[in-house]
């Protein structure tokens, strides 16, 4: 899930207080920690599991969507396998969000809510975004699918963010740095031709869903250029619209589009650093079809 650029200069929110969790709709963690967090050889066993339990609803999905199912149903069937997997939804309740999954078409860039009245159609650009909160540790994913087919020219803006994806994982690495992530994407995204959504940013995760640091989709002077050490675990998400940069929120306060209504994709993974490169812990390619 992505986190919105300004908030990361917003004060810290204590997940102490069970009253103000309640009041924001925050969910219960065992506790908060301030800073970039190194994670331990024993906190990364942990979000391995939470990791793969969302690579694993995310790569069920992808197999089951079809043309007239709702993003209501794709909400409950994600619930559903999570807390099968002995997890819970980590977005559930997140600031008061109503659902498992965020569930955005077409134009619609972030955070759509699913819906039971939300009907999936032939031709549409879907993108699927959960997190799966597992013995004390998140884990967090997103795809883009292309519902049964698309025209070549949406074909290739899917194409263009998985690829920036994985170029910025590609700069993972213990003694790099943020802007080396920053910069792999941006240059992907601008080859095609395309534009980068700079409202929304990528951010740690661990014990909680939205951690230090955040992680930029193009190259800003507007945070300090982190240096990458071993531990860290990182949400690398990067939003590439057809169109414009620029978006706005809708007045569900939680679905945001782009300014234009042209096309909007996403991937993201949960990547932990490693001494030599990177673990892409929700990495879905290793996984069989769905329950077999």
Known sequence: MNFLTNLFSAPNLSQESTQKKEQIGLPRTKKSRRGIQIKSPEEIAIMRQSSLIVATVLKEIQEIVKPGMTTGDLDNYAEQRIREMGAKPSFKGYYGFPGSICASINQ??????????????RGDVLKVDTGAYYQGYHGDSCITIAVDQVSAKTSRLI???????????????????????????????????????????????????????????YRTQEIPNIKLKKGMTLAIEPIVNQGSKYTKTLRDRWTVVTVDNRLSAQFEHTVLVTATGYEILTDRTHLSSVRS
């Open 108 to 121: 619609e860039v972030v955070h759509g809510i699913p819906s039971v009245k939300r009907r999936i159609r």
């Open 159 to 217: 194409r263009a963010a998985e690829e920036a994806l994985y170029a910025g994982i590609s700069q993972v690495k213990a003694g790099n740095y943020l802007s080396d992530i920053a910069g792999a994407i941006e240059d992907i995204v601008k080859k095609y031709g395309y534009s980068v959504v700079e409202d929304y940013t990528g951010h740690g995760v661990g014990q909680n869903l939205h951690e230090e640091p955040p992680v930029f989709n």
